[in-house]
Each structure stands twice: as C-alpha cells, then as structure tokens.
C-alpha cells in the first residue's frame, strides 16, 4: 500500500500490475485507494467492448464527469464507446486512430485531476479492445499524472510495460478460513474433493457448465447445493464464480475430449449466454454448419465493429471454416480488415481478392479495390486495380498524354453537375497520388485536373476535404505555390465548418508539409512539430508515419540528427500497438540507416540496413531510390567507396528517374550521390583522375536538376564549391561558400556549416594560410563534436593531423618562450570567437536577434528545474500578420516581426526569457511571478506594442498567460498558455487572457 501511495505521489503516471492468486486481496487493495479513483472490472463472457473502462468511467463524480465533457471537446461524440451516458454516438465514422484519441483524452483528464487512479479489476479477463487501449496509454503515462492500476490473478504477459507488484499469500485467506475446521492433514485438492462428494449428479452437472462458463456466472436453481457447500460465492446480485480456480480444475479433470465438446456444443446453443460466449464455445466444440457459421460470423463482425481485429480474424475464420460455401463478401471483406489491421498483409490481400470477385456492389466493389491497392501490391496489380475501379465508375484512365490533359481541361467548360458520389473523387484522387508516386507529369497532371473538378461538385464531406489537402500537397510538390495556398484555403475552411477533429488535424498537417514542399523548412519544422504533438492522436497511422518521414527529412538534411531519430522512434511508438502498419513503418526506418552511421552507431545502422534490404526487393521504384540514398551515406560515413557502393549507385542509375519529378523525400539520393564522387576523387593521393571528376560532375548535374528545396541548393553550393576547389578556381569557391552559408543560417543548418568549413580549411591550405586553415578544421571538428558526429570529427583530425597538434602544443607549453605561449593564446581566441560565432547562429534567430525557439527551450528548461520556482509563461501573436505580408510584403512583415522583438524585449526584466517561438509568435517565460505580475506584465508589452509604430503600420498583439500548477513539463505550460492565447484571437486580439 505504501508503494502504491509513492507511485500515485508522482508528478508523472505509471501503470501498475497487482497479481496473485484468488483471495489474495487485490480487490481489498482497490477499495482502500483514496479518490480520486475510478473502478471497473472486466468478466470472461463480456457481451460488449470497453467493459471494464466502460464501468470505471460510469462511476465517476460530477466533478469527473464535467471534466470529460470539457476535455473531449468536439471529439466527445467518438469516444461513445467509453461512456455511452455522456456521449451520443458519433454522426461520422470513428478514425483509424482511435485508440490513439481515446488514450490522450484519458491523459488529459488525468491532467487536471493530479493522482487520478483508473482501477480495473481481473485483468485477465480484459478483451482485445481493452488490452489495446492499455497497450496505447501506457507510453502516455510519462506525462501524464495518471496511476493505471490492473488487478490481475496471472502475471500476465500480454499486459507489457507494467510494473509488477506480485501478491502471494500462503493460502487464500477466504478458503483458509472456510476450510480451516477440515484442513488438518489434507491438502486442498482432497478438500474440494471431499466437497464435491456431497453434490448430486445433476448439481455436478450444472457444475460442470459453470466451469466451463468461466469465473463469473449467473446462479441457477441446480446450483444451490454448490452454494450450500460452499463451492459458490456470490460477488455481486446475479453474478457468482467458483471458490477457489482449484474447483475449475477438479470438475474437469476427468472429462473425456468428446463430453468436453458435447458440453461446448450444448453451451453454444441459441438462446444461451452473450453472443460472444455462445461463439466461443461452437468454437471450442470445432462443430461445422450453419449454425457455427452464422454464430461465429456475428461474433467476428461485432469484435471489429468495436475494435478487436485479433478476435474478430478467430472468428470470422471459423465461421469460414464451418460453411465456405456461405462465405459472403461480407465476411470476407471483413476478414481482410482483420487481417491487414494484425500485420497479416497476405492474408488479408487474399481475403480481399476473394471478397471483390463476391461482391456484387458497384460503389463496395470500389471500395475494396481501392484498399486492396493500398496493401502493397506490386506496381502492375495496382495500376490493374485502379483502372479498374476507374472504368467502373465511368472514369477515364489517365493517359498523360496531351489530348486526354486538354480533355480534362475542356471539361471544366462544361455545366457544374452535383456530384452524389464522393467514391468517384476518391478513386481519381487515388489515381493522382499513383501518378505522383510514379513519377509520371503526364498522368499526375491530367488525373489531378479531373480530380479537382470533381471535387468541386461535392457537398461539405471528409472526402472532399482530404482531397483538398492531397491536390494541396501535390500542388506543393510542384512548386505552384498559388494553387497550393488555395487549396490550403478551401481545406481549412471546410474543416472547420465539418467540426470533425480527425479532418481538421490532418488538414493543418498537410498544410505544413505543404509550407516545407513550398521553401519554408524552419517553418514547416515548428508547425509539424506543434501539430504531432497537439493533434497526432487524431491522425490516422499511415497520416502520421507520413508527417514523421517529412520531419526526419527536413531534420536530417540540415543536420539535426538526434532530433530526427527521436521523431522515428515517436513513429515506432505509434505502430506498436498497430501491427497493420508495419509496412509504412520500413520507410521511415530507412532514416536509421543514414542518422544511426551519421552518429556513429554502425551497428545499428547495418542491422537497419540488413534488415530493411530483403524487404524492398521488389518494392517500387521510389521506394527503392529512398533505401539506396540512405545505404550510400552508409559506406560514405565508413569509407567504403569501393564495390558496394558502385553496385548501390548502379542500382539507382538503372531506375532512371528525372531528378526534377523525383518526389521531395526521395531527393537525398542525389545528396549522398555527389559526396561519394567527391569523396572519391580526394581518395585518390596523386589527385583526381578525368574518369573521377567526369562522374563527380554528373552527380553535380543531378543534384542541381533536384535542388529546387533551399535546403538542398545550399548541399549544392557546398559541392559545387568541392569541384570548384578541385578545378584551382579558389575564388568562385569562396564566393560559392559564402552563399551556402547565408542558406544555412537562415535554415539553422550546421550540417551545411560542417562542410563548409571543412572546405574552407582545405582551400585556405591550398593558399598556404596554415593558420587559417586550422582554425576552420578546428571549428568543423568542434561542430562534428557538438552534434555527436563521431565518424566526421575522426575524418576532420585524421585530414588536418588535430591529433598530433594537440600533442606537440602540450609538449611544447612546458618549453615554450613567453612569445610562443601568446601567440598560440591568440590562436585560440581567434579559434573561440569562430565558435562562438557559429555558437551565435546555432541559437539565435537571424531575423529578429533573439534566441530561436531550441534555445529559448534549453534556457526555459534550466529555469524550470526548480520545481518551487514560481514560473509564468506568455505566449504572444502578431494579429493579422498574414494581411500584412499579403498586402505590403514580406519585406515589411520582416520589418514587423523585428520591431515587435525589439519592443518585447524592452518592457521585460533581466533574466526574463524571450525567443521566437514560430512564425509570428513570440515566447517569454517570466520567473519568481505571482499570477497579477504575469499578467500586469503581459499588459504592458501589449499596451507598447500598440503603441509603437513600424512605419505608418499600426501593430497590435494578442497574448495568453499561463502561470505554474502542478505541470510535470514544461510544454504542459506552454500548452495552457496557447489554449488562453486562443481565446484572446477568439475574444477579438489585441488582448491579454489568463489561463484557466
């Protein structure tokens, strides 16, 4: 109990298993917890989902029970399941990420009730929905102050990542003080026994069947002498269980497999138990028929109506298996389901299969077409899938070729029909995003004519607005930035007069893909960043994968490769508990490959690499071209330029993909490409061959037909630089470094300020500038340090011989005159103030002068390390800043966001923290504040913003100020501060509002 009580203390959460035998006293353990505390208990022949949570929640006070309405917000509707008495069911249908949704909305109540308790009693007799919202919040419990205690009679093993608490008493003390009178000298087999003895044969029978019903079962009038004799115990009205699970095991010890099964096949019979209960026992029996069929088909197809795909594929199997000659498309269909949600891709593609030559259905046949070509088929099938499903519905092919692009064009002429079925929009949605995939202009232009003009014609619907957003990420993609931001416009509008969250957070992360696919890299990371951790429990897996690939890409590229492996590791997180997703998964893990042999980590690198390699095989092109830009950085961060890494770059030049229609995130190819060639070149000692510079200035024309992101021009003028330097022309090199380097402050991108500064020191030795030439070799080695890029500060030491310099100067300082003691003093302030230059671009914004949002959050976090502290933080918008951009410039915006710093600045007090937190908004975190001096002093920044004026401009601000509770993170303070910042833009801007 003690225990308990210190881990229920806890500012973070923690998941319990208390186990032991029956009458251990776990249900005793339960009732003695103090409130806050919710209680539910699971039962073997469960007739619906959620039974245990279902009952927890159902207990909850008033207080709760507001809590839940506020917290759910517009979602309340999907989380129905959980607590029917405060939701109605939902008007659409539930997202795929559910479970995701649910256990954040859990953890959020948690948060406002600190050392809340959710209790469920015998755990193993959890069903599968249950077991997976468990398996879900558990990684949640980190920042969230919730106990998640399970009572349990087996340590079981399918409930991971659960502290284990074993109670085990000698004997049960109910039984030890039944028996205590009769146990002498007898064990307690012969007791029960002995008991048994007394019973006739038809309370024996009853008996018999209440055993095999399981622990808990209702009492009937043959059960009395089992109540007599004191085999039964009643736990609630109508419901009993046997004394002791010693009882169970006697009854059925002497049971031949034949009466075991009559016994199953009597207790399956209609009209008898759940319908779960009777489905288990038909199976139990293995009979055949109709009855098995119809029995274990409702069973199946009511588990995966309420999110149990494992026990829903047992008994849509044995339905199968009763009577294959009635398996429908029905059953089919939802046995694909099953199988593709359990990771069993080839299963559920041949269920599918099956289910779409039974099915009759135009628009299900669609359906299933569709989903059938989502499941990793090989480029041939799919393609057959989508014309198919295409022709079907009265939808031309896209040919690419000029005649069907003016077709589809000519046909926006024609009168604007009302389009009834939003099926059409999708499958030529889906035929868009194949033609993007494919890298084919042609059909990806003509298919996304034809799929706009469609979905022009739907009403306000989901699936008009996720094609919003996929025309808008296409758009993105091709650089029509214009086109972008309108369908950013008619997405975000229809999203929120659709009220659905699951819409709405997958439209503002499309959109920030969209912004980083457009050039703005810095600002696509903070959104992204913002929009997973507020919103990605509303996104569906592959959504969320998704956004996770273009994070790691943007992170990678310029050169935050710790960050970028946390984001992979979020996605693995995500994909546990859907085993369904594991194949989405394989390309995001193509990253490890790069980011792991980046820090140092061979190892695990190879092992990624190995692994990942069978798999993609026979996988797309793209696909491949992903793993064989990931796989050369590989043997370039080992230096293995020879063989293998001619055979990987061999492979790719065999896809012959146009570098310019290469999709964004398949680009690093290109990268990895041309610092092979250069590094072949300069591994050659007597200097390049005509063959080595020939290849290396191909890899150049590759990569400059794909460098349209800025990210990637800026890799560009590094390696052009490279070839400059090697071609003698040392002035173009400079100049061309100096323009990486603009790049790369505006980026935040040390990778770029690596290379760069290794290729100055190498063109500054190339001149005879030894000094200087030091010095960026120091300065690229103490960046490949800070970063943790240990193969590239062993290259930089092993190039410019760091390693013996720093012996000689030890040895020499004790020898040394005192003229040679301030020269090398002089060396090594010149040295410094290049770090802290470089120090300075790493940690403040180049536009405004203050730090940058990741320093503002390492200072932030040294000040809230003291959790006595009082801390306040203030979150300010610039209102109406996108007006300002569209109507006077961005130069002007620019103008803006600096005054607004500068004035920030000074109304704030020494020691006060202020950083650019995103776009137009600014973060301060005042310290030793009470609640009226945080907002005084929010007041008096807005009432100077007001008053200051940036040329004729007027400019006003909105804040939320939230001050220190009981938050176990930071972030949960600045997330109280957003949500107040929210209702003062609500309330009319230019105000200040304090959190709840």
Known sequence: MDLLAELRGRSTGTAVLVYGPFGAGKTHLISMLEPPLLVGAASPDGSEAFEAFRAALAGAGEELQRTFLRTAGAGGPFFHPLAPQLFPPPRLEPPEAWLEAAS????????????????????????????????????????????????????????????????????????????QFESEGMDLESLVTRRLARMDEQGLEALRDAALLGTYFPIESA?????????????????????????????????????????????????????????????????????VHQTCRAAGLQALEQGGPETAREFLLAARKAAPEASDATLLRALGQSCAATGRLEEARQAFRAALEAESDLPTRTRLALRLAQLGLPESDRAELLIRALRENALDPPTGTWPGILRSALRWLGPRKPENSSLRVEVMGLAALWAASEVTPGPLLEAGLEAWRLSRQLGLS????????????????????????????????????????????????????????????????????????????????????????????????????????????????????SPGSQADLDTLSTYVVSLSSTLGRVREALETLTSIQERFKNAPPLLQASLYGHAVRYYLEQD???????????????????????????????????????????????????????????????????????????????????WSRLNGHLERALRQLEKAERLADRLDAPEINFWAARERALINRLQSNHAASLRYAELAHWLAGLQGWTNR????????????????????????????ERSRAERLQQAMRQFREVHQMATTDSLTGIPNRRFFFEQAEEVWADPARPVAAILL???????????????????????????????????????????????????DVREEEARASAERVRAALEAAAVGTLRVTASLGVACRRDEGELSELLRRADEALYRAKAAGRNRVELAD
């Not at 954040?104 to 469920?120: F, S, T, Y």
């Not at 016994?263 to 759940?274: C, D, F, I, M, Q």
């Not at 975000?492 to 703005?520: C, K, Y």
């Not at 293998?644 to 310019?660: D, M, S, V």
Request: aromatic letters at 6%; glycine letters at 6%.
């Open 793 to 820: 500060a062993r290259r930089i030491r092993r190039e410019f011989s760091l390693g013996a310099l720093v012996a000689r100067e030890t040895q020499a300082s004790t020898t040394a005159s005192l003229a040679t």
């Open 640 to 722: 293995e330029l020879g063989a293998p890494l001619e055979e990987l770059l061999g492979r790719f030049a065999a896809l012959q993909l146009p570098p310019a229609w290469v999709p964004v995130h398949r680009r690093y190819f290109y990268i990895s490409q041309a610092q092979a060639r250069l590094a072949q070149c300069e591994a050659i000692e007597s200097g390049p061959t005509p063959e080595s510079l020939e290849r290396l200035k191909a890899a150049l024309d590759e990569l400059r037909r794909a460098a349209r992101p800025p990210i990637l021009r800026a890799h560009l003028l590094v390696l052009l630089a490279s």
């Open 877 to 927: 918008d610039v209102d109406h800043f996108k007006r300002i951009n569209d109507t006077y410039g961005h130069a002007e915006g620019d103008q803006v966001l600096k005054a607004v710093a500068a004035t920030c600045a000074g109304c704030l007090r020494q020691g006060d923290l202020l950083g650019r937190y995103g776009g137009e908004e600014f973060a301060i975190l005042l310290s």
């Open 462 to 577: 989901r699936e008009k607005v996720r094609l919003s957003c996929d025309l808008m990420l296409l758009s993105g993609l091709l650089g029509f930035e214009r086109l972008a931001r309108h369908f950013h416009a008619v997405a975000s509008r229809e999203a929120s007069q659709l009220a659905d969250p699951p819409t709405l957070a997958r439209t503002q992360v499309m959109s920030a893909i969209t912004s980083h696919f457009l050039g703005h890299p810095l600002e696509a990371e903070l959104e992204l960043s913002k929009h997973l951790t507020e919103q990605g429990h509303w996104l569906s897996t592959r959504d969320f994968l998704f956004a996770c690939n273009d994070l790691c890409w943007n992170l990678m590229l310029r050169g935050q490769t710790r960050q970028a492996l946390q984001f992979v590791e979020r996605a693995r997180e995500r994909v546990r508990p």
């Open 104 to 179: 954040h909305w859990l953890c959020q109540v948690a948060r406002e009730h600190p050392g809340l308790v959710l209790a469920l009693d015998d755990a193993q007799w959890l069903d599968e929905p249950s077991r997976l919202l468990v398996q879900c919040l558990v990684p949640r419990l980190a920042s969230a102050p919730l106990m998640l205690l399970l009572a349990s009679e087996s340590d079981e093993p399918a409930l991971t990542q659960l502290q284990r608490l074993p109670l085990k008493p000698e004997l049960s003390p109910l039984l030890a003080r039944e028996l």
């Open 223 to 291: 059960l009395e002498p089992a109540l007599q004799a004191r085999l039964v115990e009643q736990v609630r009205p109508g419901l009993f269980r046997l004394i002791h699970p010693r009882v169970r095991d006697v009854l059925l010890a002497n049971l031949d497999p034949e009466d075991l099964r009559q016994r199953h096949e009597r207790l399956g019979a209609p009209g008898r138990g759940t319908l779960f209960t009777r489905a288990r026992h038909v199976r139990a029996a293995e009979q055949t028929g109709t009855n």
